[in-house]
């Protein structure tokens, strides 16, 4: 992000990779375990509201049979 035009910088503690880049750096150069863990809670929670609100909508949906769509002509 340090070469990133300022727009980006300025939205970046906003977006989710952004903890879990973190964390793995941290990890990686062995410091504490917080980050990782901060990041993998960040990521799961933009993943739980992302598919709640889909899980939401694909139940309320009901199946569409062909039968439904092609009503026999009735006389």
Do not use: C, N
């Not at 990890?27 to 917080?34: K, P, S, V």
């Not at 990782?36 to 889909?54: E, I, K, N, W």
Request: proline share 9%.
């Amino acid at each position: 992000m340090q070469t990133s035009p300022g727009f980006f910088a300025a939205i970046q503690p906003y977006l989710p990779m952004s903890y879990r880049v973190e964390g793995l750096r941290r990890l990686m150069t062995g410091g504490e375990l917080a980050p990782a863990r901060q990041g993998s809670a960040v990521l799961l929670t933009f993943t739980a509201g992302a598919l709640v609100p889909t899980w939401l909508t694909a139940r309320g949906r009901e199946a569409v049979l062909i039968k439904d769509m092609h009503p026999e002509p009735s006389l």
